[in-house]
């Protein structure tokens, strides 16, 4: 076998290896073409039984935005004060994510649809099967950035809606089975990711 990469190899290696998590965008719009062959690559990830539990909601109305952000504020404002935060350091970062959210060409909420889960009589198998939902979930959300690197997009996953699930699914009128798990944020890039600290390969892989 060839040690050395094939160019195909090398070509995919380069486009993995320069993904980065983008967080400002050029005030541009993205053809519907395009995302839309990147949610078409995004259902060709793998997925536990094949179920392709990944639902999309492409939020896209100014207003219904502002709504998601006034929900998700909420929660965040409580927790951040439970923590003990300033009330400037608070505003700062809400302030910061209002305007990733507002700004962003493309917000996505990428949801977990539980109704494609197999039913169980034990919790503890039950609880795998959530798990292998929410892992294939990810998996889609991976392929969509990676999808959109490709297209000379740039984009990043955002936690938010995992903090407070039943005001995001309340806000976007979801269907009760889908289960909100992040925002993907998409666009054409307008800043450089600093260069990234690796943890050696050394570090995380063991051989038994
Ligand atoms: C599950 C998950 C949750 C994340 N949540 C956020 C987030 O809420 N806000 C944010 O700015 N970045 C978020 N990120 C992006 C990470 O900060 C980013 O992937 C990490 O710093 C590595 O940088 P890179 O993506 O440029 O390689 C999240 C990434 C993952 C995988």
Redesign the pocket.
């Given at each position: 076998m060839k040690d050395s990469p094939s160019p195909r190899a090398r070509w995919a290696h380069r486009l993995l290896r320069s993904?980065?998590?983008i967080?400002r965008f050029q005030n541009r719009p993205v053809p519907r073409a395009v995302l839309e062959r990147i949610l078409r690559t995004a259902l060709r990830a793998p997925s536990a039984h094949n179920r392709q539990p990944w639902r999309f909601v492409l939020v896209q109305s100014p207003a219904r935005r502002e709504a998601l952000i006034r929900v998700l504020h909420q929660a965040w404002q409580r927790d951040m004060e439970r923590d003990g935060l300033t009330e400037a350091e608070i505003q700062t970062r809400l302030h910061r994510s209002r305007v990733r959210l507002m700004a962003a060409p493309v917000l996505l909420c990428l949801c977990h649809d539980t109704r494609t889960e197999d039913p169980y009589p034990d919790p503890r198998r039950q609880q795998a099967e959530r798990l292998m939902g929410v892992q294939s979930v990810?998996l889609a959300g991976l392929y969509l950035l990676l999808a959109a690197h490709a297209e000379g997009l740039a984009g990043?996953?955002?936690?938010?809606p995992l903090f407070a699930p039943e005001a995001v699914r309340r806000t976007l009128a979801l269907p009760s089975s889908w289960e909100p798990q992040?925002f993907l944020l998409l666009g054409y890039p307008a800043q450089r990711?600093r260069p990234?600290c690796l943890r050696p390969l050394s570090q995380v892989l063991l051989e038994r």
């Open positions: 993904r980065r998590s967080r990810a990043v996953w955002m936690c938010a992040a990711a990234k």
